[in-house]
């Protein structure tokens, strides 16, 4: 600890060469961890030498301990129904992930918005086939209830992948929650930085068994039969739950569009069928006397009337872009569609909602071995969550923040207190430093370099927004994590979740908490309550 703080005294901050020093001590690789010294790095936090003193006393950390207990002893359950619920998924968010998120956002102490939250539990993700989850199968466990097999959405696991006839059987499709919340007269919406046809947000309104069939143009290329495979998109529009969504907000305009169309940016869309998705679901509204609004930019999303009841906002004719790379200009950030979202679906009189909220991006650009871009937008995610925390009362609105599944960044080392994040965590046993950010596998893989050396990025390197972090075994995509995957909950009934679950136990939870769980009778229950 001395010799941490007079590291930090000297408020050096020291950039290590990658180059092997020209002498070097042999060292004792079977050290314990406590022989370990703080690895002298880049710093991204200074922190004055009353707080470095602080925590050098047993008061400062028994008052941090009482303060949580206090915290702690403070939360009351509560029993109230469910009148709003808000599902935040981050995509590929990792517990991992969550941790080095808070390190990009000031320090090994900070916490994400969610992190304040009284309960938690965690969420095991696997699918019916498969030992680690995709995005699809795990959207139909978290939102429908039911396990199922990779890549199918909505289905049971009696569908495999790609089968048109099996995914049409009424007793093979599942329900998400969404739909109990429509059936029950309450208001629905999702909200994504992903194309809203990508698998989480399908997994509210789609049964397919193939999470690819976005657009007619993909069953095709998949040699699938477009009259007995209905694409994603379509069934967007005119499916049972699709349609009755009151707020769609994402990415993938492209997918609603004919080939010989272009968008408002210019565009050219996707659809093989000359069908218009986006006037359908216009003439639709029309057709219903609904008050509704198009927009595909972020000042016509600003501008959207307020007694708008049906709201489509597609802002990008693929996935939006990442927030590092957005213009901030023309491209809404999560934050901002999650505002949105919430005025349209929380007016006077009504009698509830349903919001997903999908971090989307945080996948993608862990897949790619992105770990600036996955943790800058998890950052995002926390503050879409917080901005939802400030709209909300917590007596009527249940918030729920979870994952998918994880991913296989690992986040490690011995990295000196308040070190970034995005730098070197020691040095390995071939004296040269490993960075405190890697993946298991990735296309972040390096061979040995001629010399025998193992490749060690530069601190340019890593500076780079698409920097490729280091990783274990090469694939030109990342993969999922099998690990379990945290539950954070606040408001109405959010002490259920807590524990070791199943994935697919959230919706009903979700359900009781909201009464319009088919299953369990609000009435049976609440006279039992304390």
């Known amino acids: 600890m001395y010799l941490f703080n007079a590291f930090i005294f000297g408020c050096v901050l020291i950039c290590v060469s990658v180059a092997k020093p020209s002498t070097t001590k042999k060292r004792d690789y079977q050290a314990q961890d406590i022989d370990v010294q703080p690895y002298a790095n880049k710093l991204m936090r200074m922190k004055s030498p009353e707080e470095l003193k602080a925590e050098e006393t047993k008061e400062y950390w028994k008052d941090v301990a009482l303060n949580a207990i206090a915290e702690r002893l403070g939360h009351h359950m509560n ?286 650009a862990h897949h790619l071995s992105w770990a600036r871009k996955a943790l800058d937008e998890t950052a995002e995610f926390s503050k879409a969550v917080q901005k939802a925390l400030s709209l909300t009362n917590q007596q009527d609105t249940l918030i729920v923040v979870t994952s998918d599944h994880a991913h296989t960044m690992s986040y490690a080392g011995y990295a000196a207190r308040g070190s970034d994040v995005f730098g070197y965590a020691g040095t390995a046993s071939d004296e040269d430093p490993y960075t405190i950010l890697n993946y298991a596998n990735g296309p972040g893989y390096k061979p040995f370099m001629a010399t025998g050396q193992r490749y060690v990025p530069s601190l340019e390197e890593m500076n780079n927004l698409e920097f490729q972090w280091p990783s274990t075994v090469p694939k030109k995509k990342e993969t999922h994590g099998a690990d379990d995957v945290a539950i954070f909950a606040n408001g109405p009934w959010s002490h259920l979740f807590s524990g070791v679950m199943e994935e697919n136990v959230i919706p009903y939870l979700i359900g009781l908490a909201s009464c319009v769980s088919p299953y369990i009778k609000c009435e049976d229950l609440h006279p039992k309550l304390p």
Request: hydrophobic residues 35%; negative net charge.
């Open 79 to 364: 029993f109230n129904t469910a009148k709003n619920v808000i599902l935040f998924l981050g995509d590929g968010m990792s517990i991992p992930t969550i941790a080095a998120t808070r390190v990009y956002l000031g320090g090994e102490e900070k916490s994400l918005s969610f992190e304040q939250f009284p309960y938690t539990g965690l969420s095991k993700t696997y699918c019916v086939d498969h030992q680690t989850a995709d995005s699809a199968c795990s959207a139909t466990a978290y939102l429908g209830g039911v396990k199922a097999n990779l890549g199918t959405i909505g289905v049971t696991a009696a569908v495999k992948q790609k089968n048109c006839s099996a995914m049409n059987m009424k007793e093979n499709q599942v329900d998400s929650i969404a739909r109990l919340f429509q059936l029950k007269g309450k208001r629905t919406g999702v909200v994504t930085t992903t194309r809203v046809t990508h698998a989480t947000p399908a997994g509210i309104y789609a049964h397919t068994s193939e999470r690819d069939w976005e657009s007619d143009t993909d069953v095709m290329n998949f040699n699938g039969d477009i009259t007995q495979c209905e694409d994603i998109a379509h069934q967007l529009i005119f499916g049972s739950t699709g349609r009755n969504l009151n707020v769609i907000l994402g990415g993938g305009r492209k997918n609603f569009l004919p080939r010989e169309v272009q968008d408002e940016d210019g565009n050219s869309g996707d659809r093989s069928d000359g069908v218009n998705l986006i006037e359908e679901w216009k003439r639709y509204r029309e057709s219903q006397g609904q008050l509704y609004e198009y927009v595909w930019n972020r000042e016509r999303l600003f501008n959207v009337k307020e007694n708008t009841e049906y709201l489509l906002g597609l802002f990008q004719p693929d996935h939006l872009n990442y927030n590092l790379e957005r213009d901030p200009q023309t491209q809404p950030s999560l934050e901002e569609m999650t505002e949105a979202a919430l005025r349209v679906l929380d007016k006077p009189g009504s009698s509830g909602y349903f919001l997903l909220v999908e971090g989307g991006r945080i996948d993608t």
